[in-house]
C-alpha cells in the first residue's frame, strides 16, 4: 500500500492504482495521510478540509467522506482496517513510510548529504503536490512542500558536485533557477556546478542575471555567499574547486627502502589499471605471509598515485593480527572519517554506512588499499561503486568469491626469484654479497626468498660485518635443520619461523623480552609508555629496547614516537617468551591506560571527577598531564588504541576495562568523534550485559543516547534514555535516575518544548539533592534557569543560574560555568543589556575552545551574535553567525544548524537583505524540521514573513500564522511579538 500525495492523491497497490472521487475526500483522505498514525480532531479535519466558513452539515459530511474513505481502502485490502474511529477524531492506521511525503522528508532528515538517498527522494515527485485540491491549509501545504523541494534540489545538486558529479545537476539546477530566479542558495549552487565543467562563462552569466533580478526585484545586491562564488571564479581561485570537491585523502604508507624485484607483477597491475570499462578496478594482491604484498602494492601506489587526483585511501583490515580483524562497519566508519569533514555525521546502520562511501567515492578517480584482507566478506561492503576507483586488495586468501562475484583480478605473488632476493640481499648488505654470490644465493635460499625473511637476514648480517656469508649460512642451516627434525621438515612456515628466531637470538635478553611483550598488545601502534607497561620495565629502558628492534627490523616506525609490528612477526613475537606472563602484562598495560585516561578526564573536567569510576594507581610509567592542551593531545593521539582495548576487553575476558574506559571518557566523547563513541559504548553495553552489570549498562544506553542525539537521531536518543531510566530504577540508582531524566529533558529542550523540559529537568533537580550530587545540580540548574529566560520567566531563572555558578565553581567544573555564562548572556540579552550579553558568551567560547569542545563553542558564537543583533550590529552579528553555522555543520549539530540559520537570516533582514534572510530561514525551516526543533520551525517561519511582508502580503501572513500556532502550542512568550507583527502587517 503505497500513499501518494506528492501529485494527485493516489493509492499504489499490487493490483493497480486507486483514486479517491471529488476532491473534498481527497483533501479528507491528505489530511489523514499527513497526520498518518496519529490521531486527527474532527475540528481539524473540518478546518484544514473546509476553512473558516463549512457548511451546517459539515460533521455529516465528513463522515461520509470517511465511510467511503474507508471502504476503498477495505477494498483494495480486504480484511484489513485503515481507517480508525478515536475519542474526538480519526486516525489512518498506516506507517509513515506508506506515504511519499514521510519517505521524502525522512531522507531529508536523515541523510541530508547523501546525493543517491537525495536522488532517490526527489523521484518521488509526480507533479504538483496534492494535484486539483484547493484550500486554505492546501495552499499553505503545497507552499511548503515547494519549499523543502527546492531545498532538497539544492542539497542534492551540493553533494553531486562534491562528488564530481556537477555536470548531472546542471539541468534541475537551471530549471530551479529560473523557477525561484531570486533563490540565491539554487544560483551559487548552479554556478558551483558550471565552473566545474569547465563554464565559467555561463557561471558568470548567471551570476548576472541573478544580481539583475535582486535589483529590479527587491533593490538589494547579492549576499555573501553568492558574491564570494563570484569572486572565485573571476580569480580562477583554487579555494573554489576545493569547495566543489570533497576532502583529498592522502593515507599511502612511506615507499618501501630499497624496494627490489616484482618487474612482471608490476607490470601486471599496470596493464589491469589501464583497462578502460563501468565496472571498478578490483585487483586482489594474494600470496604466502611475508611475500611482500603489501610492499608490492604501496610501491606501485606511490609510483602510479598522479593517476588518482581525488585522493588514496588506506586501510589495514589487520585480517591476521592476532587479534580480531577490523569488523567492516567500523572500517567504514574510518574510510568516511577520512572523505568528510571533521565532524560529519557517519550514518548508525552499516548499510548506510556503505551506500555513503559508495556516493561520497562515486565518479572521483582515487585508489583505494584494503590491506590484510581476512575473507571476501570483510572486502565486500568496502568495495566503491565507480569506474573512477581502482581498489587493490591484499590477502593470504585466494579471494576467490572477489574474483568470482565482483570481477575482480587476481595477482599472484610468489617466493621472489632468485636472482631477485640476491640482489635484494645486495643492496640491503652491499659489496659482501657480490663477492660472496654462491653464499649469498645460499643465504636467500634459506630465508626462503621472502621479503620479509630476506630484510631481517640482511639485517643479522650487516650487525655482523666481520663474519662471513658463508658462516651465516652455515648457522643458519644448522638451526634450521634442528626444527626440522622437531617439525618433519620442508615446512615454509618453519624455514621463516627460524629466520624469526636466528634474528632474536643475536637481541639481548631484555629486548627478546620486550619483542614477546609487543606481541601481546591489543591495539595495533604502540609507544614507550605502553611497552614499559607490558614488559615492566623503566620508561627509559623501553625507549632503548624500541630502537633496538626498530634497528633489528622487528617493528617498524609508524608516525612520532609511535610504532607497529608486520602481524606474522606479532603472531611469531606472541608465541615467544615461554617465562613471559602475558597475563600480568595485560593487566599492566590496561592499569596504564586506565590511569591516563583518568588523569587526562581529570584534567579536562574536574568537577566531574567524582562521578567517573576510581582507578588504581598504575605500576608502570604514565605520561605527565600537566595541562588541558597536553591532556587532549593524548587523548586525541591514543583514541584509536584506547578504542582497540575495548573492543579487546569485550572478547578477550576483561569486560570490566571496557566499560571502566567507557564510563572514563563519557565527557570527552560526548559530542565529539561519533563513530569512536559510537563503537566504545556498544562494546561497554555488550561488556555490562556479559558481566550482569546492570548499572553499566544503563550507563553505556546514556552515553549512546548522548552520541544519537548528537547525530539528530532523536527517536534513538529518547529510547536510550527512557531505557537506562528503567534500568537505573531496577537497581535502585538514583543518581542515575537523575542523569537520564536530565537528558531526556535536554532532548525536550532541543526541541522547543520548554515547560515539559522545565518538568523533567526539575525532577532531575530532586533525585540529585537527595543523594547530594552538586555536579548534577549544578547541570540541571543550568538547563532549568536558561528554559526559563526563554520562557519569559528572568526572576527564576537568575536565581537557578546562579546557584548553578556557585555549585559549578565549588567544583572546578570550568565547562559547566561556561553553560552558565550562555544562560545569563541570554539573560542580559532580554533584559535589555546587550554589552554584557556579547561579553558572557565570549567568555564562555573562550572557555570551549581551551577545552576543546568545538560544539559547545558554537553555541557561545551564536549566543554572541543574537546579542550584536540586539546591539544594533547587524553586520557583526551576521559574521558571529556564520561561524557558529561551520562549526555546527562540522560537528553534526542539526539544531544548533537551524539556529545559526535563523541568526544568520535574522541579521540579514535587520541590515537590509531580506533576498538572504528569506534563503537563510528557508534553509532553517527545512534543517529544523528535519531536526524535530519546533521553535526554530515557528523563529524560521517568522523570519519569513518578515522577508515576505513587503512584497508578498498573503504568504508572509500564512508564515506568521504557523509561527504564531506553534509558539502558542510551545507555550512561548514570543507568540504575543509575533501577532503584534501580524497585526501590523494586516
Known amino acids: 500500500m503505497d500513499f501518494r500525495v506528492l501529485g494527485p492523491i493516489r493509492l499504489h497497490t499490487a493490483g493497480g492504482s486507486i483514486g479517491f472521487g471529488e476532491p ?20 481539524v479535519l473540518v478546518d484544514r478540509v473546509w476553512g473558516e466558513s463549512p457548511p451546517r452539515q459539515v460533521r455529516r459530511s465528513l463522515q461520509a467522506h470517511i465511510t467511503r474513505i474507508r471502504r476503498a481502502l477495505e477494498q483494495a485490502d480486504p480484511g484489513s482496517t485503515y481507517v480508525a474511529r478515536e475519542a474526538g477524531g480519526y486516525r489512518l492506521v498506516v506507517r509513515p513510510e506508506q506515504v ?65 558529479g556537477a555536470a548531472s545537476t546542471i539541468t534541475q539546477l537551471t530549471e530551479l533557477t ?60 583554487p579555494r573554489l574547486t576545493a569547495t566543489v570537491r570533497a576532502a583529498v585523502p592522502a593515507q599511502l604508507p612511506a615507499d618501501i627502502t630499497a624496494f627490489t624485484g616484482r618487474a612482471e607483477e608490476l607490470a601486471e597491475l599496470d596493464r589491469l589499471t589501464g583497462r578502460t570499462g ?17 610492499a608490492t602494492v604501496v610501491h606501485w601506489c606511490h609510483r602510479e598515485r598522479s593517476r588518482f587526483p581525488d585522493g588514496q585511501l588506506y586501510l589495514d583490515l589487520c585480517g591476521y593480527d592476532p587479534g580480531e580483524p577490523l569488523p567492516p562497519t567500523e572500517a567504514l566508519a574510518m574510510l568516511l572519517t577520512a572523505l568528510l569533514p571533521a565532524g560529519a555525521k557517519i550514518p548508525l546502520r552499516p548499510e548506510e554506512r556503505a551506500a555513503r562511501f559508495r556516493t561520497e567515492v562515486s565518479a572521483r578517480r582515487m585508489l583505494v588499499v ?124 618453519a624455514a621463516v619461523r627460524v629466520v624469526f628466531s636466528w634474528s632474536l637470538r643475536r637481541l639481548s635478553p631484555a629486548a627478546r623480552r620486550s619483542f614477546a611483550a609487543l606481541g601481546r598488545h591489543p591495539a595495533p601502534l604502540f609507544d614507550a609508555y605502553a611497552l614499559a607497561a607490558l614488559a615492566g620495565c623503566p620508561l627509559d629502558e623501553a625507549r632503548r629496547q624500541l630502537d633496538v628492534l626498530v634497528r633489528a627490523h622487528l617493528i617498524h616506525p609508524a608516525g612520532a614516537d609511535r610504532f607497529g609490528m608486520h602481524d606474522l612477526l606479532k603472531a611469531y613475537a606472541a608465541e615467544t617468551g615461554d617465562d613471559f606472563d602475558a597475563h600480568t602484562a595485560l593487566d599492566r598495560v590496561y592499569g596504564y591506560y586506565l590511569a591516563t585516561v583518568s588523569a587526562a578526564m581529570d584534567c579536562l573536567y574536574p568537577g566531574e571527577a567524582h562521578r567517573r569510576p576510581s582507578v588504581a594507581a598504575p605500576v608502570s610509567p ?81 552515553a549512546l543516547g548522548g552520541v544519537h542525539h548528537q547525530a539528530g537521531r532523536i527517536e534513538l536518543a529518547a529510547a536510550e534514555m527512557w531505557a537506562a531510566h528503567t534500568l537505573f530504577e531496577e537497581v535502585g540508582d538514583v543518581l542515575g535516575q537523575a542523569r537520564a531524566l536530565g537528558n531526556v529533558g535536554m532532548l525536550t529542550e532541543s526541541a522547543g518544548r520548554y515547560p515539559r523540559a522545565a518538568y523533567y529537568y526539575a525532577r532531575a533537580l530532586t533525585l540529585f539533592q537527595q543523594v547530594g550530587d552538586v555536579t548534577g545540580q549544578a547541570h540541571v540548574l543550568t538547563r532549568l534557569g536558561t528554559v526559563e529566560v ?25 565547562f559547566g560555568e561556561a553553560w552558565v555564562k550562555m544562560g545569563l548572556g541570554e539573560l542580559a540579552a532580554v533584559e535589555g543589556r546587550p554589552a554584557e550579553a556579547v561579553r558572557l558568551h565570549s567568555e564562555a567560547a573562550r572557555t570551549f575552545a581551551e577545552l576543546g569542545h568545538g560544539d559547545s563553542e558554537a553555541w557561545a558564537i551564536d549566543g554572541r551574535g543574537r546579542a550584536e543583533s540586539l546591539s544594533g550590529h547587524p553586520f557583526t552579528a551576521a559574521d558571529q553567525h556564520r561561524q557558529a553555522l561551520e562549526q555546527f555543520r562540522r560537528h553534526g549539530d542539526q539544531v544548533g544548524e537551524s539556529w545559526a540559520l535563523n541568526g544568520l537570516g535574522e541579521a540579514c533582514q535587520a541590515d537590509g537583505y531580506p533576498a538572504m534572510a528569506r ?34 502580503t498573503q504568504t508572509a501572513r500564512q508564515h506568521y500564522d504557523h509561527a504564531i500556532a506553534i509558539y502558542t502550542e510551545l507555550g512561548l512568550s514570543a507568540v504575543e511579538a509575533t501577532r503584534a507583527e501580524l497585526a501590523i502587517l494586516t
Not at 543560574?801 to 570550568?814: P, S
Open 790 to 814: 526563554r520562557m519569559g520567566d528572568g526572576t527564576a531563572g537568575r536565581q537557578h543560574l546562579d546557584e548553578a555558578k556557585v555549585l559549578h565553581r565549588r567544583a572546578g567544573h570550568r
Open 100 to 164: 511519499d511525503v514521510h519517505r521524502f522528508r525522512n531522507a531529508l532528515r536523515n541523510h541530508p548529504t547523501d546525493a543517491a538517498t537525495l536522488r532517490s527522494a526527489l523521484s518521488l515527485w509526480y507533479g504538483e503536490p496534492l494535484a486539483g485540491l484547493r484550500g486554505h491549509w492546501v495552499e499553505r501545504t503545497r507552499r511548503t512542500l515547494r519549499e523543502e523541494h527546492a531545498a532538497a534540489v539544492v542539497a542534492w545538486a551540493e553533494a553531486e558536485i562534491r562528488g564530481g
Open 178 to 237: 529560473d523557477e525561484y530566479p531570486l533563490r540565491e542558495t539554487a544560483a551559487a549552487a548552479l554556478m558551483r556546478a558550471l565552473y566545474a565543467v569547465d563554464r565559467g562563462a555561463d557561471a558568470l552569466a548567471q551570476y548576472e542575471r541573478t544580481r539583475r533580478v535582486l535589483r529590479e526585484e527587491l533593490g538589494a545586491d547579492p549576499g555573501p555567499e553568492l558574491a564570494a562564488v563570484h569572486g572565485a571564479i573571476l580569480r580562477h581561485d
Open 24 to 43: 473534498r475526500r481527497q483533501a479528507v483522505l491528505a489530511v489523514l495521510l499527513f497526520e498518518a498514525g496519529r490521531t486527527v480532531d474532527v475540528d
Open 919 to 952: 534563503s537563510h530561514h528557508a534553509e532553517a525551516l527545512v534543517v529544523a524540521t528535519r531536526a524535530g526543533c519546533q521553535e526554530q520551525i515557528a523563529r524560521a517561519r517568522r523570519g519569513l514573513a518578515r522577508a515576505a511582508a513587503p512584497v508578498d
Open 370 to 493: 584494503l590491506d590484510n584482507a581476512a575473507t571476501v566478506e570483510q572486502v565486500r561492503p568496502l568495495l566503491p561503486g565507480t569506474s573512477t576507483c581502482v581498489v587493490m586488495v591484499t590477502s593470504r586468501d585466494s579471494l576467490a568469491g572477489l574474483v568470482a562475484l565482483h570481477g575482480a583480478h587476481r595477482v599472484q605473488l610468489d617466493r621472489l626469484p632468485a636472482a631477485d632476493s640476491v640482489a635484494l640481499l645486495g643492496r640491503l648488505i652491499g659489496d659482501r654479497v657480490t663477492a660472496a654470490p654462491e653464499a649469498a644465493a645460499a643465504l636467500a635460499e634459506r630465508c626462503v626468498r621472502l621479503p620479509l625473511t630476506l630484510r631481517l637476514a640482511a639485517e643479522h648480517a650487516v650487525s655482523r660485518p666481520t663474519t662471513s656469508l658463508a658462516r651465516l649460512v652455515d648457522e643458519l642451516q644448522a638451526a634450521q635443520r634442528a626444527l626440522d627434525l622437531l617439525s618433519g621438515g620442508d615446512d615454509q612456515r
Open 622 to 702: 604514565v605520561p605527565a598531564i600537566t595541562n588541558v592542551d597536553v591532556a587532549r593531545d593524548w587523548l586525541g593521539t591514543e583514541l584509536p588504541a584506547v578504542q582497540a582495548l575495548v573492543a579487546r576487553a569485550v572478547t578477550r575476558g576483561r569486560p570490566e576495562h571496557a566499560v571502566t574506559l567507557s564510563a572514563l571518557l563519557f565527557r570527552y566523547l560526548d559530542g565529539h568523534h561519533q563513530a569512536v563513541a559510537l563503537a566504545i559504548n556498544r562494546d561497554a553495553q555488550a561488556a555490562a550485559r556479559a558481566t550482569g552489570d546492570r548499572a553499566a549498562e544503563a550507563n553505556a544506553r546514556i
Open 278 to 294: 563501468d565496472e571498478p578496478v578490483v585487483i586482489g594482491v594474494t600470496g604466502t605471509a611475508g611475500s611482500g604484498k603489501t
